[in-house]
């Protein structure tokens, strides 16, 4: 990601968002909550290269700073919560997403930032329904909202979207991180076991009003 156009277009992609040019400086172009109108994703040009401000917080501000040399204190905004990113090429494309999320959720008290909360609730070698995940980010209508959130998974390392599975306990066909074939990969690797892209719910499936009562421990 290098460019103005790519870190807009991917802010957009949140819910309830839009872009604004607030100041006379059409080189500042931002991207802002709807209902709140808070902006968590700042574009200007500086030096050369398409700089983004985004918020953070403080038990990850240093560790992106110290992690790349293109995420530096930001320019022009509180330097204790919100970083600079400089679009120079040398951070991956994910990890700049990751942190484009980040600002998002911090500014918003979005369903996904719940949805992805739930998730990492669900223990190793259990599985959870969109349904069930919905019910523990507190809305079990949202199940839909479910898969649209894990598709879009920025840290698959720590929010599990593999252990989320369909009502008849099915693998997700197209399973955002490698296919079906992938998911049933590590739910085995847990000690999951996996039928012909099944899984047996009432062998595995977690129990979510025990975790959610239990503030996701057993």
């Known amino acids: 990601m290098k460019t103005r156009e790519e870190a807009l277009s991917y802010g957009l992609s949140f819910p309830d968002t839009y872009q604004d ?31 983004i401000n985004l918020k953070v917080d403080a038990e990850w501000r240093d560790f992106w700073r110290k992690t790349y040399n293109a995420v530096v204190p930001a320019y ?15 951070i991956p494309d994910d990890v700049i997403k990751r942190m484009i999320a980040e600002s998002y959720d911090i500014i ?8 992805y909360e739930a998730v990492k609730k669900i223990p190793k070698g259990q599985v959870a329904t969109y349904a069930d995940v919905a019910e523990m980010a507190g ?39 490698g296919g079906a074939w992938k998911q ?16 047996k719910l ?14 996701g421990r057993l």
Request: glycine letters at 4%.
């Open 21 to 51: 040019a607030p100041f006379r400086d059409a080189n500042w172009q931002l991207v802002r909550v709807k209902r709140s109108k808070k902006a968590f994703l700042w574009t200007y040009e500086k030096d050369g290269y398409i700089n």
């Open 76 to 90: 022009h905004q509180n330097k204790e919560h919100w970083n600079t990113i400089i679009l120079d090429g040398s």
């Open 108 to 115: 918003t008290d979005s369903p996904t930032k719940r949805i």
């Open 139 to 177: 809305d079990r209508k949202m199940a839909r909202a479910v898969g649209n959130a894990l598709h879009k998974n920025p840290n698959p390392s720590t929010i599990p979207c593999h252990r989320v599975v369909n009502s008849k306990g099915e693998l997700a066909s197209e399973y955002a991180f």
């Open 184 to 199: 049933a990969q590590i739910l085995e690797s847990e000690g999951v076991e996996v039928t012909e892209g099944k899984v």
């Open 202 to 215: 009432e062998k595995y499936r977690i129990d979510s009003v025990r975790i959610n009562n239990n503030d």
